[in-house]
């Protein structure tokens, strides 16, 4: 009798309560979104890698030009900062540049490949092999080719940049749900219309998980455009540091590099939420 | 003339039987069921009617005519709501004015006329993940409606809400066709269900499907929560257990 009695209250209760406390433990969150109050941890580890670091530097005697310790490497971020700031925005244009161009041809390659099979079943091996080969060992070429210029630094943050946008986004545009397709079809729609209506939306969340990882790529493939061989930005001033055991100097860079790497990554994650204002509300649904 | 008439449906899943000799029909403003097993081919039946298979034998007649094999006449609403999560309320019912054509914002003030009809009023800006499953119903059975609303197709519309939702829905069901006044295929696999909503019963075999038997179903309108202990309604729900 009372034993019925509790399950009846907690079944009136219903589902309510429960996904509350579900979402208390951040099942439903999206990743990364969890903790962004809880910095503690994080900043702590931070704080402790930097001090062992200094520490070490200092009491080991380790000279300037092997390993600076991380304060010297802030005097030097500060210090240098109108010539970094320079070498930034050149490497800045060249990522967002290539990066805007690797988005749109992805978008373009992945529409058509997604439209037409016998493109995607001819197209996508070749995209796939095109990975293998290492970056580092063609972009020489790109300088023989290109010259010294901001081209083939472009070339080759497009090259590094679009393949995960293209893969990605084309999984999300096969992966939209059949019956809401066969709903649309029995409705009388086009081709067309089921791409704005259907596919689009349904696969911007792969598109953004590609942009993302892509963004985040796009400063890194600038840098190692300029490393080898450049007039200006962020990889040329780490050359030019290295050259001259100027280590701070390097790690100033990297600092910046890291920075920036993040930065547009989070531009990348704002877009999103931006432009996904569903998404919110979705990562609550129960299923 | 009969709304919507279907006459000697059979068909084939490869070498499979599905439907064997289906005729079945519905007047003006009935609300006829399709009471059977699940898996035994009913929602095939359905596909056939909306016009998105062919069958192997049979026709679909509406207003007289042949529709057989044309999808387009009929609108036909799934178990699962299917609405969209990346655009709202609105927006998801608007969908069948916006495939035909029709300017967003015209599409819009159409079908804001119909929001307080299903108890969605207020709900027009929210999107789909934040409705309960009853509400989400609702707004799938007026997209339905936006499609084609003279004759719906309601495949077991309330068969994933829970039960106190489901009789709630019945009750709305009921009460929001007086007002529109559409001709109802509905398929269910629960027979109180069938008896409190329909005029009519066509209770199924297991498949190969056919007709086992019609019910009518005598039970006067307005029906309410105590039409479900009637006698009627029991002996109806009598004979009907003795087939099964």
Not at chain 2, 25 to 45: H, N, W
Not at chain 2, 170 to 192: A, C, N, P, R
Request: charged share 20%; glycine share 10%.
């Amino acid at each position: 009798m009372k034993r019925s009695a509790s399950t009846g209250s907690k079944k009136d209760l219903g589902c309510r309560p429960l996904p509350g406390v579900r979402r208390k433990h951040g099942r439903w969150r999206q990743p990364g979104t969890g903790g962004r109050r809880d910095l503690g941890p994080q900043l702590a580890a931070g704080l402790i890698l930097a001090a062992l670091w200094e520490a070490g530097v200092r009491l080991g005697g380790v000279p300037d030009f092997i390993l600076p310790a991380p304060s010297q490497v802030a005097v030097s971020l500060v210090k240098s900062f109108p010539i970094i700031a320079g070498h930034t925005r050149v490497t800045l244009y060249e990522a967002m540049t290539g990066f805007v161009i690797a988005v749109a041809v992805s978008f373009v390659l992945a529409f058509v490949m997604d439209g037409v099979p016998v493109i995607k079943k001819a197209l996508y091996p070749i995209l796939v092999i095109s990975q293998t080969i290492p970056i580092i060992t063609i972009a020489p070429l790109f300088v023989i080719w290109f010259g010294y210029g901001l081209l083939p630094k472009v070339i080759v943050v497009t090259l590094v940049c679009f393949f995960p946008v293209v893969v990605s986004f084309m999984g999300g545009l096969q992966g939209v749900d059949g019956e809401m397709y066969d709903l649309l079809k029995s409705m009388g729609a086009s081709r067309m219309q089921i791409f704005r209506l259907l596919k689009l939306p349904g696969a911007l969340p792969s598109l953004f998980s590609g942009m993302k990882i892509s963004a985040a790529y796009s400063i890194m493939g600038a840098v190692i455009g300029e490393w080898l061989g450049a007039k200006a930005g962020l990889g040329e001033f780490m050359r030019r540091s290295m050259h001259s055991f100027a280590v701070d100097k390097t790690f100033a860079a990297i600092i910046v590099i890291t920075v920036l790497s993040l930065g547009v990554f989070e531009i990348i994650k704002l877009l999103e939420g931006w432009l996904m204002p569903w998404a919110k509300y979705a990562a609550r649904q129960e299923e | 003339m009969k709304k919507i008439e279907v006459t000697g449906i059979s068909s084939k899943y490869e070498d499979l039987r599905v439907l064997e000799d289906i005729s079945l029909y519905a007047d003006e403003r009935e609300l006829v069921s399709i009471l059977g097993p699940s898996g035994c081919g009913k929602s095939t039946l359905f596909n056939i009617i909306s016009g998105l298979i062919k069958p192997d034998a049979g026709k679909v007649l509406i207003d007289g005519e042949d529709h057989t094999g044309k999808p387009g006449r009929v609108s036909y609403m799934h178990q699962k709501d299917l609405l969209f999560p990346w655009r709202t309320i609105m927006d998801n019912v608007i969908i069948p004015l916006v495939i035909r054509g029709e300017g967003i914002e015209k599409a819009r003030a159409q079908a804001d006329k119909y929001f307080p009809v299903f108890g969605l009023e207020g709900f027009q800006d929210r999107y789909p993940s934040q409705l309960s499953g009853g509400m989400r119903q609702r707004a799938a059975l007026l997209r339905t409606y936006m499609f084609k609303s003279d004759i719906m197709l309601l495949d077991e519309p309330f068969g994933g809400l829970d039960a106190i939702t489901r009789r709630k829905m019945q009750e709305w069901l009921l009460q929001v066709l007086e007002k529109l006044g559409s001709t109802i295929l509905f398929i269910t696999h629960d027979i109180d269900e069938a008896i409190f909503l329909s005029d009519r019963i066509y209770l199924f075999t297991e498949r190969p499907a056919s007709v086992r038997r019609v019910f009518t179903v005598d039970i006067d309108r307005p029906r309410g929560s105590k039409t479900f202990t009637s006698d009627r309604f029991n002996r109806l729900k009598e004979s009907i257990l003795e087939l099964l």
